[in-house]
């Protein structure tokens, strides 16, 4: 079985007196691949800001692991659910990307080719020097998926990554997160799961609980009630 990098137990968060999560306990472990998916205001967005240490739970642990060992840090790529950046903020697509690089121990050069990287990869090398609010919804998305990729990450958080994008670039983005499936343990919250589906090796799906579907074939964000291998777990 491959190392546990990322344990949860006993989550819960409650905003007032409403639940969004109750009682969630996982393991990530280095080289899944996790498809989340759910209804809207199911929790799944709240999970994976509590994942990331973004959002203390109103219980329960976090633990970051290295070898078996807890550790503060983790090396985390994240691509979050909406544009947070303002566009009126004075800085490019260019600097955008960049700062998926702060607080790496690299060189200046190295920080040029890997943003050059980027920027090929999402198809903006056109666009690096414009500011972030020129570029289209789309484009902004790229932008900031180049920026989550950047630092090589030991661990890759997309919440709807497809957002925006236009059909062509979809299929590119499958591709992209498909190989880096390969080196990259890999965290994706989206409503398309007939494609996710099939390169993802782990199911979630987050209704204010956890449940871990063992189908790989449904096609729709909560029909694993209905799927024959998860009947019979139950």
Same mark, same amino acid.
């Given at each position: 079985m491959?190392e546990?990098i990322i344990?949860?137990?006993?989550?819960?968060?409650?905003w007032?007196?409403? #639940?969004?999560?109750d009682?969630?306990?996982?393991? #990530?472990?280095?080289?899944?691949f996790i498809?989340?998916?759910?209804p809207?205001?199911?929790?799944?967005?709240?999970?994976?800001?509590?994942?990331?240490?973004?959002?203390?739970?109103?219980?329960?642990?976090v633990?970051?692991?290295?070898?078996?060992?807890?550790?503060?840090d983790?090396s985390?790529?994240?691509l979050?659910?909406k544009?947070m950046i303002?566009?009126r903020?004075?800085?490019? #697509?260019?600097? #955008?990307?960049?700062?998926?690089l702060?607080g790496?121990d690299?060189?200046?050069d190295?920080?040029s080719r890997?943003?050059s990287?980027? &920027?090929? &990869?999402m198809?903006?090398?056109?666009h690096?020097?414009?500011?972030?609010g020129a570029?289209?919804?789309?484009q902004?998305?790229?932008a900031?998926?180049g920026?989550a990729i950047?630092?090589?990450p030991?661990?890759?958080?997309?919440d709807e990554?497809?957002s925006?994008?236009?059909?062509?670039?979809?299929?590119?983005?499958y591709d992209?997160v498909a190989? &880096?499936?390969?080196s990259?343990?890999?965290l994706?919250v989206?409503h398309?799961?007939?494609?996710i589906?099939g390169?993802?090796n782990r199911?979630?799906i987050?209704?204010h609980?956890l449940?871990?579907?063992?189908s790989?074939h449904?096609?729709?964000h909560?029909?694993c009630?209905?799927?024959?291998?998860?009947q019979n777990e139950?």
């Open positions: 491959q546990t344990s949860l137990r006993n989550i819960s968060q409650r007032d007196h409403r #639940v969004v999560l009682d969630i306990n996982f393991d #990530v472990r280095q080289g899944d498809a989340i998916t759910g809207n205001g199911g929790g799944k967005t709240t999970l994976l800001r509590i994942i990331l240490k973004l959002l203390k739970p109103s219980s329960g642990t633990t970051y692991l290295r070898d078996g060992v807890p550790t503060k983790l985390i790529g994240y979050p659910q544009n303002d566009s903020f004075p800085i490019t #697509v260019e600097e #955008v990307i960049a700062s998926g702060l790496d690299i060189s200046r190295e920080t890997r943003v990287e980027a &920027l090929r &990869l198809g903006l090398e056109e690096a020097a414009k500011s972030i570029l289209s919804g789309g902004q998305q790229r900031l998926l920026r950047i630092s090589r030991r661990v890759l958080v997309l990554p497809l925006y994008v236009d059909k062509q670039f979809e299929h590119y983005i992209l190989e &880096l499936s390969e990259t343990t890999i994706l989206s398309e799961m007939s494609t589906a390169m993802a199911h979630l987050i209704d609980t449940h871990e579907c063992h790989s449904h096609h729709v909560y029909d009630d209905e799927c024959p291998e998860c139950n």
